[in-house]
């Protein structure tokens, strides 16, 4: 994924997310927004290890069927949580995530 593409993803997740009526859809939305400043360099990567919401998607719209927006939502958001940490982790950090295997 380039980071073009990234932010294309980013801005179709913040449209497709429901109202923020719960809790954790806020939080969404509001880590979709910071993944956008980062990448645009309107913040720093101190923030990005407290990314979780990847997990908070899985979680929440489990039980989904696939071709379903939810889906599709979910997978986006799962995508964008990879990339940013990929991105923008330490190497300590992607070892600690389980993102990188020492070798």
Known sequence: MTESEALSKI???????????EGWLESISIQLQYCADLLQGKVGSERVEEINMGYMAVR??????KGTKEY???EVI??????IKNRFFSYAQ???????KRS
């Open 78 to 83: 799962c995508e964008i949580d990879s990339y």
């Open 94 to 100: 992607k070892v600690r995530h389980g993102l990188h």
């Open 72 to 74: 599709d939502l979910t």
């Open 11 to 21: 801005e179709w997740a913040a449209k497709s997310m429901p109202s923020p009526s």
């Open 60 to 65: 929440e719209f489990d039980g989904y069927e």
